[in-house]
C-alpha cells in the first residue's frame, strides 16, 4: 500500500537548530514532508493544531513553555502523532516525562545523525502500521455494515450485541428508495452517485444491490430533504436523456426506527 508523506514539524528555539535538523537528513526520501517550523512551544501548540503533523521533533527547553508541557497539552488537545524529543541536558528526569506524554524518543544534542535516521524510520513503520490496522477495521466495518444492511432491509436483523452507531446506523428517520436504468438506447446514471453529489459527501445514504435491484437506506432528515426536492422535480416532468429520465424509481415510507425498514423496504418491492 501506498501511503502520503508524512508531515514533520521542527521545533526549537535557535534557529541554526532548526536549520541544522531541516538539512541534516534526506526527509523526502525517508517518506517526509517539513511542514513548518517553531521558535517557542506557544507558537508550535498552534502548528501542532494547524498541520496535525505525524512526527514533531521538539526541543525540551525553549521560551514562553518547556517542551513537555507543550505535549501535555497537545495530548490534552487531541493530538496523536509521534514526538521526538531533542534537548542538549542528558536529563533522565526530563526523559521520563517526555515518555510519559507518548515521546517516541529523546535524542541529545548535538544530534546524530545516523541517530536520527533510525529514530523517524522506527515511527514511520509504526505509522504505517497504524494506518494498516486502520484500513483493515475499515474494510472489515463496511463488510460488516453491508451485511448488517441487507439483514435490516430483508427482515433478518435481531442481534442485541450489534453496535449500530459504529456501522453508521443511528438517524432519527429512514426512508427505502429502489431504481433501475431502463433504457438501453442511452447512458444509464447511477442514482447512488447523483445522490452522494448532492449530499456534499454526508454519510446520509446507504447503497446495496438485492436481485439485482439498487437499494438506497435515505438517513437523517437532511438525506430525505434532499430525496423529496428530487421528487418534486421529477413530478414535473424531465428533459429528454436527463439523469432522472434514464431511471425508474420506488420508494417506501419513512420509518423512526431500525427494525421498521423492513416495512419501507417491502413497501418497495409492492409497488
Known amino acids: 500500500m501506498e501511503y502520503a508523506m508524512i508531515n514533520v514539524l521542527i521545533v526549537d528555539d535557535e534557529k541554526i537548530v532548526r ?7 534526506d526527509w523526502n526520501n525517508l517518506g517526509f514532508c517539513i511542514c513548518g517550523e517553531a521558535a517557542n512551544g506557544e507558537e ?34 487531541g493530538f496523536t502523532g509521534s514526538f521526538i524529543i531533542l534537548s542538549g541536558y542528558s536529563d533522565f528526569g526530563y526523559a521520563q516525562i517526555a515518555m510519559h506524554y507518548g515521546a517516541s524518543c529523546y535524542l541529545t544534542k548535538p544530534i546524530d545523525e545516523k541517530k536520527l535516521i ?25 463488510k460488516a455494515k453491508l451485511t448488517v444492511f441487507k439483514d435490516l432491509l430483508l427482515g433478518k436483523e435481531n442481534n442485541d450485541s450489534t453496535n449500530y452507531m459504529e456501522l453508521g446506523l443511528t438517524a ?17 446514471y447511477n442514482f447512488a452517485d447523483m445522490l452522494r453529489v448532492t449530499n456534499d459527501g454526508n454519510d446520509s445514504f446507504e ?20 430525496f423529496n426536492s ?15 429520465d434514464t431511471i425508474f424509481l420506488t420508494y417506501g415510507p419513512p420509518v423512526s426506527s431500525l427494525p421498521q425498514i423492513h416495512h419501507s423496504y417491502e413497501a418497495c418491492t409492492f409497488l
Open 230 to 244: 428530487c421528487l418534486k422535480y421529477y413530478a414535473n416532468g424531465t428533459e429528454k436523456n436527463s439523469p432522472l
Open 118 to 142: 533510525e529514530a523517524v524510520l522506527s515511527i514511520k513503520k509504526k505509522i504505517e502500521k497504524e494506518k494498516n490496522q486502520a484500513f483493515s477495521m475499515n474494510q472489515y466495518l463496511r
Open 19 to 25: 536549520e541544522g535538523i531541516r538539512h541534516l537528513i
Open 207 to 226: 447503497h446495496v444491490v438485492i436481485d439485482n435491484m439498487n437499494v438506497i437506506l435515505l438517513k437523517g432528515n437532511f438525506a430525505l430533504e434532499r
Open 44 to 77: 508550535a501548540l498552534e502548528k501542532i493544531q494547524k498541520y496535525q503533523p505525524g512526527l514533531v521533533l521538539l526541543d525540551i527547553r525553549m521560551p514562553k513553555m518547556y517542551g513537555t508541557d507543550l505535549m501535555a497539552q497537545a495530548r490534552d488537545n
Open 172 to 188: 432519527p428517520i429512514y426512508q427505502v428508495v429502489m431504481y433501475e436504468g431502463y433504457t438501453p438506447y442511452y447512458q444509464t
